[in-house]
């Protein structure tokens, strides 16, 4: 049974408790939100993870996409990778490699990590089209199935399945009209073959074939957003929407499945559309929980995507986004390398947290305002303790060490905390009322 | 005459020609708001520089500080991380030396840059007190003003004055409790002196011959902040705001003599209380442009918080602040060296550009859209051409050359451009009418 369907029975999972007790909430909270829908825990019933809650009212969640291309393709760099942005605080991770032996390269990952990890099946279908016929409009529809099967029975926790890609999408994006395009690889493939056999995307007619393999395994349905901008200037457009409608309406059907979805969003995007884009997504989804790519809040900063990324990254997170993907400096120029997979998830990890701040300080602020205190104290140990990344912290003022133990070499014997401490905070409290 | 008085009296002086053309605005409007006190153009009359506007309705300035420190004192050094600033993109610099020949070491960087560059005047009298006498207690009022008018003899372009510290927000500091304290160096040195003399602050007592000064050299008063807060626990507390509405005032005397002002925010802050920061600026200052020191949206990324700057940048750029000072991944652990200065000034832009474009993507966003043509078109050398950094992004995709001349190795063959380009966009436009 699934995690939903659990829920709805009025049973308290393990995987609940242990999202509950991550969370510092009530158990019987999460089961209800689970129950509605509003928070997933993507735990396929093949293989053990470690429960990660994504929705509402939870701190905002981390995924690190990993994966070879067709130039790239050394199993052990991505597993490098995936060690990598486990130690650098990814909640997550998607496994989407286009190149090598998918299956092994897949089944190794999922064995050597606890997280939940997810998936693009379609990937699998289009490479294996393209290898054989030559293109991705060769793909067979059953294959399309057979591999979500097998990645299913594999392990794999949550699956981004382009089922929204359908001639209604389609024909709004034509009408559109947009400088950047379609800038989904999965939405490329799906519409490449639809152009070539006229006919409607097969994840969209079959979809409850789709549900029946998902539901089995307990695969949390990623709804993926192929109609997200490529571009900052064709953001929230038509296309889009409708797109957003038709992933609403398919939401419902899952639910009624008792499958558990997450819904994808944009994207490139700039700041002031995010917060309409959170809302809209959570009223045509009905809470869904929502997970942003990126997003890409400026097109002109590549090599410095992973920061593009932690700004939009803030913004989702302030305004309700639950689970937001990384972005690399390598975005839009390389596959990612294990150093640019560290400073991706790094920056995301801090534009979440800087959101979730947003909402509520004391909550999800208890690091922050213990720093306060090791400042004020001029404490270097509990400072450490409570950065985020204590190493890289440490060895920032360790190469460049001050004469005086108490400081830095910013302000060096001038800190203006010390001097503070030894006079104006030795003043009487009504020392200035007159 | 200051820049102020000519805009006053109807003149467009050719700092205002340079700064209409830069921003692609009418000179008589940029008049008008200097007039105003809208827009600042720091441009002392001893020194030339290329003018640079900030304020209301331009493009979103970024400021970089350079300077040594008792610990690291080094000048060539200091000219290296001026230089690298200014090829990064930095707007102005400050030059904020506590150690070393303070003098040769500002006169160098003066000598060395055509930018506007601020100056924190105090710092120069506090060290000299502390080598002299042992503390900033001992400073001698009438140096404060000297240090101040030697600064503004050599052609600083704007200056950080403490004036605000007095007795009334001192009173309210105490009153507030925190658990930061105060943090601002001119603060701590100001506050001791006050405490200790058990009088008020000097600088706030001559504010007249402070602006006697500045108006004779037309140095903009940069309005010095020094109740911001030094940790987010402690964000937009009474003392803060009882200093801008000091503030405000001390703005008002400087327009009645015709001397420009900008003025300082915040700091330590969480992102949902940075656009109430500037629109209570805004209002206490009557519109004086607004200069953030940040801000830093979370308190626990030491050695990354140019990124947690970024995203409070592009906050502040997009609710109406003008002005931006950078913050390097050295912030609260040691003093910057040149490559921390590069990785400071990039973060500070790139959220400053994502702000201006939430506020205008059709004004600031030229290049924005030019990219998205230029990826659309897999034409990497004109995606180059419209990136910030080009030689960075250029360098990530050789690194790991893809194999297909106009794709990268992100998704190597299987370019979901060149899909969509070779079947989606070659649909008919109703294809998927029926």
Same mark, same amino acid.
Request: hydrophobic share 40%; net charge negative.
């Given at each position: ?223 993926? =957003? *192929? ?8 953001? !929230? #457009?038509? /296309?889009?929407?409708?797109?957003? %409608? &038709? ?39 009905? =809470? *869904? ?8 809040? !400026? #097109?002109? /900063?590549?090599?410095?995507?992973? %920061? &593009? ?59 922050? %305002? ?65």
């Amino acid at each position: 049974m699934t995690q939903m369907l659990e829920a709805m029975r009025g049973n308290i999972t393990e995987a609940m408790k242990t999202v509950a007790a991550d969370e510092k909430l009530d158990p019987e909270y999460i089961r209800k939100m689970v129950a509605k829908g509003y928070i997933a825990i993507p735990d396929n019933n093949q293989r053990e993870t470690v429960a990660v809650g994504i929705g509402e009212n939870l701190r905002t969640k981390v995924n690190a996409t990993i994966g070879t291309s067709t130039d790239i393709n050394d199993l052990d760099m991505e597993l490098e990778k995936a060690k990598i942005a486990e130690e650098a605080g990814a909640d997550t991770l998607m496994e989407l490699s286009i190149g090598g032996d998918l299956d092994n390269i897949r089944r190794t990952v999922l064995k050597n990590t606890k997280k939940p990890v997810g998936s693009v099946p379609i990937y699998q279908t289009a490479v294996e089209a393209i290898e054989k016929d030559g293109s991705a409009i060769n793909m067979d529809p059953d294959d399309m199935l057979k591999n979500i099967e097998k990645q299913a029975k594999d392990g794999i926790d949550f699956m981004a399945i382009h089922c929204s890609v359908n001639r209604e999408t389609l024909k709004r994006l034509k009408r559109q009209g947009r400088n950047g395009g379609l800038v989904s690889r999965g939405g490329s493939f799906i519409s490449s073959w639809m152009v070539h056999n006229d006919c409607e995307n097969p994840l969209y007619e079959n979809y409850d074939q789709v549900l029946d393999i998902v539901e089995e395994y307990d695969v949390c349905l990623s709804m993926a =957003n *192929a109609m997200r901008a490529g571009a900052l200037t064709d953001s !929230t #457009d038509r /296309a889009q929407i409708q797109e957003l %409608i &038709v992933l609403g309406e398919l939401v419902d059907r899952a639910r009624e499945r008792g499958v558990q979805t997450i819904v994808e969003g944009p994207g490139h995007i700039p700041i002031n559309e995010i917060e309409t884009n959170i809302n809209i997504q959570k009223k045509m989804c009905k =809470n *869904a929980p929502f997970y942003m790519l990126g997003p890409i809040v !400026t #097109d002109i /900063a590549p090599a410095y995507d992973h %920061i &593009v990324s932690a700004i939009g990254a803030a913004q989702c997170a302030r305004y309700g986004a639950n689970f937001i993907c990384y972005v690399t400096p390598a975005e839009h120029l390389a596959l990612p390398g294990p150093e640019d997979v560290r400073e991706g998830v790094i920056a995301t990890r801090i534009g979440a947290h800087a959101g979730d701040l947003a909402i509520d300080l004391e909550r999800f602020g208890e690091d922050d %305002i213990a720093m306060a205190h090791a400042r004020k104290s001029l404490n270097w140990t509990e400072q450490y303790e409570h950065a985020m990344w204590p190493a890289d912290a440490k060895a920032i003022r360790d190469k460049r060490p001050p004469e005086a133990d108490d400081t830095c070499t910013m302000c060096g014997n001038y800190c203006a905390i010390k001097i503070v401490n030894q006079w104006l905070d030795k003043a009487d409290k009504d020392a200035f009322d007159n």
